[in-house]
């Protein structure tokens, strides 16, 4: 279980470094542009927070807001820091799925002059998150230090 969900991936300096600026941009966009006004406004948004996508179509609508809220907030934090980023990375990657075909379904695939909402945002976080998920935390992580494994990995 602790490989599950601490394994840092690659242990190459250089790549660890790419890693980390990886993470702690694109956490700390989704964490302070995205989740905090999110928390902030959460009085506002939670009766018009309504997925129409399979099973969110059956949850309370302030459900879907604290669930998109946890993936926001809670897990672009812990993929900043590098904790639990593998299971961190699933997380706002699925969030991104359901923002991109549940919230934005019926909108258009790209941003353009005169389109003000579309699919593009979020499948832009969605690759990063493919990547980390792909790659781990690296070398410069909390699972890292502690997932310290016993033999060395050949990829």
């Not at 941009?25 to 996508?53: C, R, T, V, W």
């Not at 998109?68 to 590098?82: D, F, H, N, R």
């Not at 945002?121 to 980390?132: E, K, T, W």
Request: net charge positive; aromatic share 10%; charged share 15%.
């Amino acid at each position: 279980m602790k490989r599950i969900l601490f394994d840092c991936g690659t242990r190459d300096t250089t790549a660890s470094i790419g890693i980390v600026a990886l993470r702690l941009m694109i956490g700390s966009m989704m964490l302070i542009g995205h989740g905090l006004p999110k928390l902030q406004n959460y009085a506002m948004l939670k009766d018009k927070f309504e997925l129409k996508i399979f099973p969110f179509q059956h949850f309370a609508t302030s459900v879907n807001l604290m669930l998109t809220i946890a993936a926001e907030v809670g897990a672009a934090a812990l993929i900043a820091i590098g904790l639990c980023t593998r299971p961190a990375a699933f997380v706002l990657g699925f969030t991104m799925v359901v923002a991109a075909f549940g919230v934005h379904g019926a909108d258009p695939w790209f941003m353009a002059q005169g389109v003000p909402v579309s699919k593009e945002p979020a499948l832009l976080y969605l690759i990063p998150m493919i990547a980390v998920i792909l790659t781990g935390g690296g070398a410069f992580s909390l699972d890292a230090a502690i997932y310290k494994e016993g033999k060395r990995r050949r990829w």
